[in-house]
């Protein structure tokens, strides 16, 4: 890899203005087969050369420019600049996680946590994955820990995904997926532990994580959190809305997952839940 950014630069000062050969990107995100590119607004004028010669330097069928996530979804709407196929298969851990990586999102960032959940569960329990997107977090755990999942997810696209991840990891005996809004998920007091990956709105789906959960359960709250509310928070409000719904919180550990926003970080706590 030391000699891909000289090679890329070597190739592109042919064509590119020499004060736009300093901009071009040092860092990118390279999922299966697809390479995400941050272009600054100097270089949109160049983006199908550049990345042509990204592509060929480092082997990839398509380039994405990368943007913004936003949206329920929390969809990429990534730019394609080089080919034409975004659907990728990404191996992780031992994991095959296949989407397209132009509209849904995979963070890097998060590779820790993906990591962690492939040893966090028995065999034994039911885990209820509320915001399963292509079964990111739950895969691990179907996978690895060889407990029973529930995913449920609600962007009809991503399920696609999510269902073929489950046949491709092989894991059709022990994970079922919902195609719908976890609010209408029917299944009340069945899990020994939820996995709550969302962000900015995670708290409002508390109460219907708890009604899922079982009497005494494992949450794992992600949620984003201004610098200045930590460390109180998020544990406060979730120990509030807990009360209001019959249910005491342990906090047993908060971690910080990335930086969300300027002065925002994302982070997720594992709460026990428990009925007194
Ligand atoms: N949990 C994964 C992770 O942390 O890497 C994926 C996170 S992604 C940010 C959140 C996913 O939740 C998206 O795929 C989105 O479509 C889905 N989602 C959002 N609101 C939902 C809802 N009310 N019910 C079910 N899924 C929802």
């Known amino acids: 890899t030391q000699l891909i950014k000289p090679r890329i630069r070597e190739i592109l000062s042919k064509t590119l203005p020499p004060e736009l050969v300093n901009l071009l990107p040092k860092h990118w995100v390279q999922l299966g087969d697809v390479l995400i590119l941050p272009l600054r607004e100097e270089l949109l004028p160049y983006k199908y050369e550049i990345a042509k010669v990204y592509a060929?330097?480092?082997g990839v069928k398509t380039v994405l420019r990368k943007g913004k996530i936003g949206g329920e979804f929390r969809e990429t709407n990534y730019e394609i600049i080089y080919g034409n196929d975004p659907v990728t298969i990404h191996k992780e851990n031992g994991i095959l996680y296949k989407f397209d990586a132009s509209k849904i999102m995979f963070s890097p960032a998060n590779v820790k946590e993906r990591v962690r959940m492939?040893?966090?569960a028995k065999p034994d329990?039911?885990?209820v994955d509320m915001f399963a997107g292509i079964g990111h977090l739950s895969l691990p755990i179907a996978k690895h820990c060889g407990a029973r999942v529930i995913a449920i997810e609600k962007?009809?696209?991503t399920f696609k995904f999510l269902v073929e991840n489950i046949e491709l990891n092989k894991?059709?005996?022990?994970?079922?997926?919902?195609?719908?809004d976890n609010r209408e998920f029917k299944g009340e007091n069945i899990a020994d532990r939820i996995l709550?990956?969302?962000?900015v709105k995670t708290h409002e789906f508390i109460p219907k994580a708890l009604e899922i959960a079982k009497d005494e359960?494992?949450?794992?709250?992600?949620n984003t959190v201004p610098e200045r509310l930590m460390p109180r928070e998020p544990f406060e409000t979730f120990q509030k809305i807990a009360r209001e719904h019959g249910y005491e919180s342990e906090l047993l550990e908060s971690r910080i997952i990335k930086r969300y926003a300027p002065g925002v970080w994302h982070v997720v706590l594992d709460i026990r839940v428990f009925k007194k």
């Open 155 to 157: 962007s009809p696209y």
């Open 125 to 127: 329990e039911l885990v």
């Open 118 to 120: 492939a040893s966090i």
């Open 217 to 222: 359960a494992v949450i794992h709250y992600h």
């Open 196 to 199: 709550m990956g969302y962000v």
């Open 56 to 58: 060929e330097v480092l």
């Open 171 to 180: 894991v059709q005996d022990r994970m079922t997926a919902y195609n719908i």
